[in-house]
């Protein structure tokens, strides 16, 4: 920024009196120096406004843009930017966007601001009455130019998806350097700042655009981008031209296309794709005889992996019967056998089930821990492990903990056993072709009902569970079954069963069968159907919606509306903006279970955007309704807002955890754990520590569950508290006295840890940044697990295997090495568990003789004499000691009074003994009292009698000396040997124990 030069002048009043001169070379002169010094005098010239205001307003005067541009300067200075930017307007070409200096700089982001503004007023409304002033357009046009000049070409992206000028965003693309990372710089820059769904779509059709005008496109990112804009014609015509092509390698791109949308799990998508791909042209007439050197595939794909292989080679053996037109032909219909298998799904099913299978690494000596320790518990924990073992083994086609354990299986009565027999569809989920005959001894026979109905209610369900999200083949047959029945129980798990299978695909047949299943009013029945029309539907967003809006508001079963309430979010999925009407009446209804759905709404509207305004909305909710259920539920939906940028959800939930209301908390937990689901995030950790420790029961309940799904495919290399946290639920499941409800999360918490033999994660984003529709709508049924147990098993959709898998061009696996920089800790198995060894001693007694019984007894005899005698000798021992110090004492006593006596002047010898008469003649008076000849006199002192012997010699009791007082050792009282009791009598010695404090001494008694 060059400096501005120093003015010569002391004040401008000198130029600012040429303002008001006629001449207009003093006006120019003037205006021209006051341009260039207004840094210097702007308190001055702003005092001069309406001078150069009524020169700017002057339709003749030729030099009214400097005047314009004079006064933008001084009203930037006065802090009018709107004044300042007029102005800088109505300067036109002398407002240098090319100018480094803070006045360009600050009033351009001030034009660009206001004008993205209103670009985006008007696109938002389409309001085409919005005017924008061509000359703030003009300003903003010649900023973009100047940055895509001098090669800033991201400060142009940026600009210009700001303002919404895709024009200026293809030039800025087109010209760049590299158009490829430009491309690539967009499009991130595109999915973390574009919040309006149909603004995004039009920059990725425009980058489409531009990838297809390019001499070599990158079909890899084309195809994701037409995608996201829901056009499988174009990536159908992508992979036509690229099976067609002679080279191999074109073909082997497009398999890999194809896995990498497969992976996007959209399978709506994928079978529109699938069935735009044009079939061969064939010769049927003259049948051509293909040469198998001229086929670069002459190999046939058969992928022995398992028996469900069977329909691609069927598919081959027909194709090796049909005659082609040319040689291109013959291969381009092997390749298009191969590439619909994988569209399909069937191949990557059948790999990802090898894979799941083979590496199964799963624990079941925690689930016997699990079983022996909830034997005393209530039926809760017992349907728990259950869930637990479905879990561990999701996809392992693994049932062994169930068939060892059928008797301990059979205790589960009416839904227990309803979820024990779901649980083998979450097992075997991904065998399409022996679904059903793995089923088969609980489903209704003949399409009816037949034996028990929670058995038979549990077999649709598992069924839809096997074949969730690939019901192609299965969906007829639970039509079937939900109309013949008239059971609730079963028609509750043929509609959820209906759900899975046809999920995502809008078939009309299914809905109405749906519909009529809602309509009888059935609390268990319609409850089903009510969620299971929000899986067929969605994100579609239909009429429908409106209709199950309606009937919410017609039935009088919670359980009902609440799943009503449920499947209108599923509808509006992904629609962002467009659900904001629906999401308005939902969170404005008087009903709390309706404003319950639409915190689901919100949420998966706006799934993985982290977009303001909904978050915003649901903090609302979660500080101000009324009801704990809408509460916990919109803080929970914070997690499917953010999972996009997990290390933004625990900072919007901190506060939220140490709320004072436990259903936030739990809500709390749970946002956490779907937000960073799978990445061991430390914040997400150290925020669920204190919350698996509440002193509210299901909150530590949710927090396990939580921590369980941040933790899983989480190794103790990678961060220790791994370890920790598993040896925390053994703990807690062991622990007689912990409440059911935290036994039950910590059962369901060990069973997500270790879930798929240890070789799955939770992922609800692909690597491209799709979102997994399947894996998000699985963790918001499993949500509902706090109404409905068996939905629990829906998390199993959002179960992604943690494998590498690589195929050559025949679709098979070869053998493959490649390098790893990571240390293999980090990928390392949880150690098994062990039975622990404990060794019981037990001492054995001693055998005892008769002859030693015998001399043990007389040596305790012996010993008993002893201490008898010693215990004799040291009475009388004590006896001769105890009157030798009656002697001494005595006659210390009386030395001491002599000295007293002679100590005493006359007077008070005189009052001693006038006392000592008056006590005499006390005394004389009270010997007058009767008394019997045989028991001797009544003495009374201090108001109290005692019977004293008439022939006793009355002696005063001694006071103790020193030596007594401070030596325990010598005896405290000494008594008249002659065994005499009363006071002032001797009676027998006694030594005080030398652990004992010795007793105080007896006061002074004077007698006459």
């Known amino acids: 920024m060059a400096e501005a030069p120093q003015p010569k002048l002391s004040s401008a009043c000198g130029l600012l009196a040429q303002l008001k001169e006629n001449h207009p070379v003093l006006k120019l002169h003037a205006l021209t120096h006051l341009n260039v010094f207004v840094d210097y005098f702007w308190p001055e010239i702003a005092d001069s406004i309406p001078v150069i205001e009524s020169l700017y307003e002057d339709e003749d005067y030729g030099q009214r843009e400097l005047a314009a541009l004079l006064l933008s300067k001084v009203f930037l200075y006065l802090g009018e930017l709107n004044d300042s930017l007029s102005y800088a307007l109505g300067a036109g070409p002398l407002f240098d966007v090319s100018e480094d200096s803070d006045y360009v700089r600050?009033?351009?982001?001030?034009?660009?601001?206001?004008?993205?503004?209103?670009?985006?007023?008007?696109?938002?409304?389409?309001?085409?009455?919005?005017?924008?002033?061509?000359?703030?357009?003009?300003?903003?046009?010649?900023?973009?130019?100047?940055?895509?000049?001098?090669?800033?070409?991201?400060?142009?992206?940026?600009?210009?998806?700001?303002?919404?000028?895709?024009?200026?965003?293809?030039?800025?693309?087109?010209?760049?350097?590299?158009?490829?990372?430009?491309?690539?710089?967009?499009?991130?820059?595109?999915?973390?700042?574009?919040?309006?769904?149909?603004?995004?779509?039009?920059?990725?059709?425009?980058?489409?655009?531009?990838?297809?005008?390019?001499?070599?496109?990158?079909?890899?990112?084309?195809?994701?981008?037409?995608?996201?804009?829901?056009?499988?014609?174009?990536?159908?015509?992508?992979?036509?031209?690229?099976?067609?092509?002679?080279?191999?390698?074109?073909?082997?791109?497009?398999?890999?296309?194809?896995?990498?949308?497969?992976?996007?799990?959209?399978?709506?998508?994928?079978?529109?794709?699938?069935?735009?791909?044009?079939?061969?042209?064939?010769?049927?007439?003259?049948?051509?005889?293909?040469?198998?050197?001229?086929q670069p595939d002459s190999a046939e794909t058969e992928i022995a992996l398992t028996t469900e292989d069977a329909q691609i080679t069927d598919v081959n053996q027909a194709d090796e019967s049909t005659a082609y037109t040319d040689l291109l032909e013959a291969v381009y219909a092997k390749r298009l056998t191969k590439i619909r298998g994988i569209l399909d799904e069937e191949t990557s099913i059948q790999l990802t089930l090898q894979f799941l299978h083979s590496h199964n690494k799963s624990d079941l000596l925690i689930l016997k821990t699990i079983k022996h320790c909830v034997v005393t518990r209530d039926k809760v924990c017992h349907t728990a492990t259950v869930f637990a073992n479905a879990i561990m083994h999701a996809g392992t086609a693994v049932d062994t903990f169930m068939r060892e354990n059928m008797d301990w299986l059979t205790r589960a009565i009416d839904w227990a056993k309803f979820s024990a027999i779901a649980g083998l569809g979450v097992i075997n989920r991904g065998h399409l072709q022996q679904g059903r005959s793995l089923m088969a001894p609980y489903l209704p026979q003949g399409g009816g009902d037949g034996g028990s109905r929670y058995l038979e209610g549990g077999a649709l369900y598992g069924l839809g569970l096997i074949h969730a999200n690939h019901g192609k083949g299965i969906t007829p047959f639970l039509l079937e079954t939900l109309r013949r029945t008239n059971t609730e129980v079963i028609q509750h798990g043929a509609c959820l069963g209906l759900g899975l299978a046809a999920l995502g695909t809008s078939d009309e047949e299914v809905i109405e069968e749906l519909n009529n299943v809602l309509y009888t009013d059935s609390a268990v029945a319609s409850q089903a159907a009510g969620i299971s029309l929000g899986l067929v539907m969605v994100g579609t967003a239909t009429m429908q919606a409106g209709f199950m809006f309606a009937y919410a508001h017609d039935t009088q079963h919670e359980k009902i509306i609440r799943s009503l309430a449920f499947g209108i979010a599923l509808t509006v999925y992904g629609r962002e903006e467009e659900a904001d009407t629906l999401i308005e009446k939902m969170t404005s209804d008087q009903d709390p279970v309706l404003r319950y759905g639409g915190m689901y709404a919100l949420a998966l509207a706006y799934r993985g955007t982290s977009n303001n305004k909904a978050i915003r909305q649901l903090l609302h909710f979660a500080v101000s309704d009324a009801s704990d259920d809408v509460r916990r539920t919109a803080v929970l939906a914070l997690g499917f807002v953010l999972y996009s940028d997990p290390e933004q959800c625990p900072r919007t939930v901190s506060l939220l955890s140490t709320s004072y209301n436990a259903h936030m908390r739990y809500g709390a937990a749970l946002a956490v754990g779907i937000a960073c689901a799978g990445t061991g995030l430390s914040e997400a950790i150290s925020l669920l520590e204190p919350l698996t420790s509440d002193l509210v029961e299901f909150v530590r309940q949710g927090a396990l569950i939580a921590m369980a799904m941040v933790m899983v495919q989480i190794s103790e290399a990678s961060d220790a508290r791994a370890g920790a946290f598993r040896l925390q639920l053994r703990k807690i499941i062991m622990d007689s006295q912990e409440d059911n409800m935290s036994v039950m999360g910590a059962i369901l918490a060990s069973g997500i840890l270790d879930a798929g033999g240890r070789n799955v994660t939770i992922k609800l984003r692909s690597k491209t940044r799709h979102d997994k529709m399947t894996a998000i709508v699985g963790l918001a049924v499993f949500s509902q697990y706090w109404f409905w147990h068996p939905l629990i098993y829906f998390i199993s959709l959002a179960f992604s295997p943690t494998a590498l898998i690589g195929l050559n061009y025949d679709l098979k696996i070869p053998k493959f090495t490649f390098v790893s920089q990571a240390k293999p800790s980090l990928f390392e198995y949880p150690k098994p568990t062990t039975v622990p060894s404990t060794v019981f001693t037990f001492q054995m007694p001693t055998a005892i003789l008769s002859t030693s019984l015998r001399d043990k007894i007389r040596a305790l005899q012996k010993e008993a004499e002893r201490q008898a005698e010693e215990m004799k000798a040291r009475k009388k021992l004590t006896g001769r000691q105890a009157g030798k110090l009656r002697e001494a004492i005595r006659d210390r006593n009386r030395q001491a009074e002599r000295q007293a006596w002679r100590r005493m002047d006359r007077k008070k010898l005189v009052e001693k003994l006038a006392d000592n008469i008056m006590a005499a003649n006390k005394k004389a008076e009270a010997e007058k009292a009767e008394t019997s000849p045989g028991k001797g006199k009544l003495i009374i002192k201090d108001g109290d009698s005692k019977q004293v012997d008439s022939n006793a010699v009355e002696k005063t009791a001694p006071e103790p000396s020193y030596e007594i007082l401070t030596n325990p050792a010598r005896p405290s009282s000494l008594t008249d040997m002659s065994g005499g009791s009363a006071p002032g009598q001797w009676g027998p010695a006694t030594a005080t124990h030398v652990a004992e404090e010795p007793a105080p001494p007896p006061p002074f008694e004077h007698s006459s």
């Open 106 to 294: 600050t009033l351009l982001a001030k034009a660009i601001d206001k004008y993205a503004n209103l670009r985006t007023k008007a696109a938002e409304t389409n309001d085409n009455s919005t005017v924008i002033d061509p000359r703030m357009e003009a300003i903003v046009e010649r900023m973009l130019d100047k940055s895509t000049t001098d090669g800033k070409y991201r400060q142009t992206i940026g600009v210009a998806i700001e303002c919404r000028r895709l024009d200026k965003l293809e030039e800025a693309v087109v010209r760049s350097d590299n158009v490829h990372s430009t491309i690539t710089y967009c499009i991130d820059v595109c999915h973390s700042f574009v919040k309006q769904r149909e603004y995004r779509r039009e920059i990725l059709r425009l980058m489409v655009k531009i990838y297809q005008q390019l001499p070599s496109p990158d079909y890899l990112i084309m195809c994701q981008h037409l995608m996201f804009l829901d056009e499988p014609d174009g990536v159908a015509s992508i992979l036509q031209e690229l099976l067609r092509s002679e080279n191999i390698d074109d073909a082997l791109l497009a398999f890999q296309i194809a896995f990498d949308l497969v992976e996007n799990e959209n399978p709506a998508f994928l079978l529109n794709v699938r069935d735009l791909l044009p079939s061969p042209k064939t010769q049927p007439s003259e049948p051509a005889q293909v040469s198998e050197s001229a």
